[in-house]
């Protein structure tokens, strides 16, 4: 038993000095960052915004295709009005969370990112709903 117990305390000693601890995730982070390099591909604070400019643009273009491509659907030239409204509005609507990376894909490349068509369904949810929500009934006797 006294060989057992010293082989172990003979094992466990290391006249090497100790080695430095693995990174943590934030330092990692923090270093990766300080590269240019973002590890988290949603994160989009280190960007450049888009410019006004730029929103503009993208919302007077994608009102028009997005027009075009109604009157187009409906053959019907009586609902412009409305479907203008509507366009306009959508547009607008995702002009506000536009990335740089979207704006430069759809201006430039005359690209539709699936994040785009992301925006679009929730855009198009935002500003063609008619009525509000219904309430839950009410059973109080006040």
């Not at 915004?49 to 659907?73: G, H, M, T, W, Y």
């Not at 005359?110 to 929730?122: A, D, G, R």
């Amino acid at each position: 038993m006294g060989w057992v117990l010293a082989a172990c305390l003979a094992g466990c000693s290391d006249d090497q000095p100790q080695q430095p601890a693995a990174p943590s995730a934030n330092t990692r982070n923090a270093m990766a960052t300080q590269d240019g390099h973002n590890p988290n591909p949603w994160d989009h604070s280190g960007e450049q915004p888009v410019s006004e400019d730029q929103r503009q643009q993208f919302a007077e273009q994608f009102a028009e295709q997005c027009l075009k491509r109604e009157i187009a659907n409906t053959g019907d030239n009586a609902n412009v009005q409305q479907a203008s409204r509507a366009c306009h509005c959508v547009a607008q609507f995702m002009a506000k969370t536009l990335t740089p990376q979207e704006a430069d894909k759809f201006l430039k490349e005359h690209e539709n990112p699936h994040s785009l068509e992301i925006k679009y369904e929730n855009a198009v949810y935002h500003c063609l709903q008619q009525k509000q929500p219904p309430h839950a009934p009410n059973f109080s006797r006040k």
